[in-house]
């Protein structure tokens, strides 16, 4: 198959600063088109990017243009209007997190993709990281007896982090323990006058592991970490940082009280350090092109993102909750 013939719907901040530099530097895509209702967006973006055919309107470029992909990275207000518009074409897609505003939404997703059989991927990138995949891989067929994670961030005052960013980490709980059964949510606010939440979940999992997930979103750093502990054995992550940290990343091995088994921290080849790889931004994008070549169908399609949807929308309801089956 020669390059894939993808659009991009939607050139805002996160566009440009995670997804379009992964996505150019990609051989195996070729952009034809964008689109973006803001001007300035559109016009700042192609012409950094050179890209030639531009469309303040999406349903435009899908009527002209031949596309045999599109990422689709809106607002999450016009997720649900502009991917069903796209699957409704039949164009395999990759639609920004989270598939909606609500899982309500997400199941309307899931109508239109059935419906018309279209390959489509959630970007829920953490799972796709490689300090994540490698964790995973690492921790094998070790029996699971606690899976946390941690998120910390400087300054975020938005009203639902938890089903916005903070979902990152939830999906990357699923990824590596499994389904979560029943959550215990405590929440507070994080400053008496602006806004954000700290909040702690305690978790338990379908597999009878247990699990923590505590986010802070105005405190003093950006941080975001996991924990796989098992039957004598553990495994850190680090997720990488940037800013005045500038870290890559970390993986720790341990088996032992006294010094990591094995530490994956200095080992990370140069290739990785490119940008959107270590944090999964590169294997997400790439991935909708494998399976849109392969003609496989995506586990990380609106179906699994429902799963991670229902267990944001449980944390946010406080208390004990059972987390609703999709």
Known sequence: MDKVKVGV????????????????????????????????????????????????????MLKKEKLEAVYVIVN??????????????????????????????????????????????????????????????????????????KMLRYRRYEEHFVAGTGIHSL?????????????????????DDKGGTNLVSLLQYESGAVGQMTIETACGMVYEGYEMHGDFMTVFVTMPQGGYSDDPGRIEVWQGAMFPFKSFYTDIAETHRQHGVLDGIWEEENSLIRHLKAGTRSPNDVHDGLKTMLLAEAIEKGGHQVVEKP
């Not at 300035?40 to 349903?59: H, P, Q, V």
């Open 171 to 191: 999906d990357a709980l699923r990824y590596l323990g499994g389904d979560v059964a029943e959550v215990y949510t405590v929440s507070a606010p994080a400053t």
């Open 9 to 60: 719907i939607g050139l805002g901040y996160f566009a440009n600063a995670m997804h379009l530099p992964s996505l150019t530097r990609n051989s195996e895509i070729e952009i034809v088109a964008v689109a973006d209702p803001d001007e300035n967006n559109l016009n700042s973006t192609a012409a950094k990017y050179g890209f030639r055919k531009t469309y303040r309107d999406y349903r435009e």
């Open 76 to 149: 999450v207000k016009a997720t649900l209007e502009v991917a069903s518009a796209t699957m409704e074409a039949r164009i395999p897609t990759l639609l920004e997190k989270p598939p909606g505003v609500t899982s309500a939404e997400t199941r309307k997703l899931i109508e239109v993709a059935d419906r018309t059989g279209t390959l489509n991927i959630v970007a829920f990138n953490r799972r796709h990281a490689p300090p994540i995949m490698k964790a995973k891989e690492v921790f094998g067929d070790t029996r699971q007896r606690m899976v946390s994670a």
